[in-house]
């Protein structure tokens, strides 16, 4: 409670307010009624005060569910956006991981990555390089949703950037990938990644694992 100001009594006086009502909420005051002298210029009764207190309890309780309803339908607009989305993020997502396995000669490759949340930063990839070698890269940025895949998006252009260029120093590959990250990425943010190059001809795996799980 507190007491009205001036400019608040003289805006009462000009309406010739008589009695007012509040418009309560749940939680807090969202309004007001002002009403003049009635028709017969007869003195509010307390019935009259008692049968307006309670239509002012009850226009309250509408506007107040009328803003909860307008919330709540502006919150499931705003999630289908979100959901819509998330939805072309995964679609993207998708068309980053290899599409179809190449064919390399004593093997058989497959993957597949399905992520916590519609989207993440999981990464995993095929490359057939010269020599009908073949790359295998296996990555994982930190934390989920969208962001870990935009960072993992960017790993995987660093990479093949690097990998097909024909980078056969597998530690100095891995390297210019580690500064391409590192440069567009947050502090907070990090990437392990194992990779491997295949040779059929020799049937012998080199490696690199830059602080992924064992292999």
């Not at 049968?51 to 607009?77: D, F, K, P």
């Not at 895949?149 to 960017?154: I, Q, T």
């Not at 580690?178 to 059929?200: H, K, Q």
Request: net charge neutral; aromatic share 6%.
């Amino acid at each position: 409670l507190r007491s009205l100001t001036v400019q608040e009594l003289q805006t009462l006086d000009f309406m010739r307010t008589q009695l007012l009502l509040p418009l309560s909420g749940r939680n807090e005051l969202i309004g007001i009624i002002s009403l003049g002298a009635k028709l017969s210029e007869a003195v509010y009764s307390a019935r009259d005060i008692a049968l307006l207190q309670a239509v002012a309890w009850q226009a309250g309780m509408a506007i107040e569910n009328s803003r909860l309803a307008a919330s709540l339908a502006e919150e499931a607009a705003n999630r289908q956006r979100i959901n819509t989305e998330l939805e072309i993020a995964r679609d993207v997502q998708e068309r980053l991981f290899p599409q179809e396995a190449p064919s390399i000669a004593g093997l058989r490759l497959a993957g597949r990555c399905r992520a916590a949340q519609g989207v993440g930063g999981d990464y995993y990839d095929f490359l057939k390089l010269h020599g009908e070698r073949l790359g295998v890269a296996v990555g994982d940025v930190s934390g989920k949703g969208i962001s870990a895949s935009l960072l993992m998006a960017n790993l995987q252009a660093g990479f093949r950037g690097q990998a097909l260029a024909g980078v056969t120093d597998l530690s100095e590959l891995i390297g210019n990938v580690n500064r391409l990250v590192y440069e567009t990425s947050a502090p907070a943010r990090y990437v392990t990644l194992f990779y491997g190059e295949y040779d059929p001809g020799t049937r012998e795996l080199r490696f690199v694992n830059a602080g992924h799980n064992p292999p």
